[in-house]
């Protein structure tokens, strides 16, 4: 096992085992009241994250996304729960991920 604690919001996590590795990024997006320049700060930072994930491992993203993901998915594999149904968070989370 192997761990990053990228900043306050974003942690990775690496699990290996004999079948198949999985990296878990648990995470936590910041909310309507943040500025722009953080929220983009804040994706660009989790895409590096998400990128330093070995191809061949499942990777597992949650977390307080602060967005429901619906019809505007766009063959996205996301699934979300969210309390506040926040739609400024959905937009960013839904671009952010095609």
Known sequence: MEWEL???RIMRARFKSKIENTTVIPCYIPTNV????????????LQGTLDKAPNQDIVVLLGDLNAKVGKENKGKK??????ANDPEATVFLVSWSQ
Do not use: C, G, H, M
């Open 78 to 83: 996301l699934i979300q729960y969210n309390r």
């Open 6 to 8: 990228v900043d306050e």
């Open 34 to 45: 943040a500025s722009q320049e953080a929220k983009e700060a804040f994706y660009t930072r």
